[in-house]
């Protein structure tokens, strides 16, 4: 049979909170996740043998790495089922844009619909949890408060602002980042909401900025660099700063700026995940 074709879309975190650590070392947080339309794309083809075989065109994914993999052989589990998965990636690595996670939810999505497993969403939610904390969210499709270690999910009403993203070529580890991070005093949560509005959250940043700075000086330097353009802010552990803008002229002289190390992208914020999109 041939590969049917599905998208992955990224996200960014509008505001990232750290409100405690759990004694397994995760930490609970708040934020608000945002997709937008910047997509890695899944191709996905049956195989009758039951193999699985994964083709991925960035070199640095390895095979016992690719959540991809993981996800086909965790909903495959127990039957005699194979797939051919290849990946094309358009969201960077490491850039904080959850495209790893995207992708494994994705292809969550894709097997059930291409052999129509019936698995339902939260039974898939759950399968994806333990690929990792934001691949729930994919799953559920839909812009979300987040809160635990990203699994608790409510939904949130957000117009589809357009956001400059200013992606540098730095790849930062995630765990790398929380390792170093130091809770200092108490924090107060935030009270949940469903919708998002300017005024109440975007002065609200993220609180491992300090960190991924003094790991990562260059992110700090562009990090100045952005405010002559507007209110810089940096998803998830990094690399990916954005501004929200709907200014296309500004995405545009940004980009005729923009430093040769730096990639710029200008993308819409999505309401729904495409796999959820009908015609």
Known sequence: MAFVKFLAPAKINLFLKVLSQKNNGYHNLQSIFQMVGLYDEIFIAPRADGKIIIENDNPSILKEDDLCFKAAQLILDGTTLGVTIKVKKNIPVGAGLGGGSSD?????????????????????????????????????????????????????LIDNFRYILIIPDVSISTSSIF?????????????????????????????????????????????????????????????????????????????????????????????????????
Do not use: C
Not at 120 to 129: A, T, V
Not at 212 to 218: P, S, T
Not at 238 to 255: M, P, Q, R, V, Y
């Open 104 to 156: 494994a939810a994705t292809t969550l999505l894709a097997i059930n619909q291409i052999y129509d497993l019936k698995i339902n969403k939260k039974k898939l939610m759950g399968i994806g949890l333990k690929l990792g904390a934001d691949v729930p969210f994919f799953i559920n499709g839909k812009n979300g408060w987040v809160e635990g270690i990203g699994d608790k999910i409510s939904p949130i």
């Open 179 to 279: 390792r170093d991070f130091k809770l200092t005093n108490k924090v107060i949560p935030l009270k949940i909401t469903t919708s998002f509005s300017n005024e109440e959250h975007d002065n609200i940043g993220n609180d491992l900025i300090d960190t991924i700075f003094k790991k990562h000086n260059r992110l700090h330097e562009l990090f100045l660099w952005l405010k002559e353009f507007g209110a810089p802010k940096i998803t998830g552990t990094g690399s990916t700063l954005f501004i929200k803008s709907n200014d296309l002229n500004l995405a545009e002289l940004i980009d005729k700026k923009r430093p040769k190390d730096t990639k710029i992208i200008s993308v819409k914020g999505l309401s729904v995940h495409p796999h959820f999109l009908t015609d």
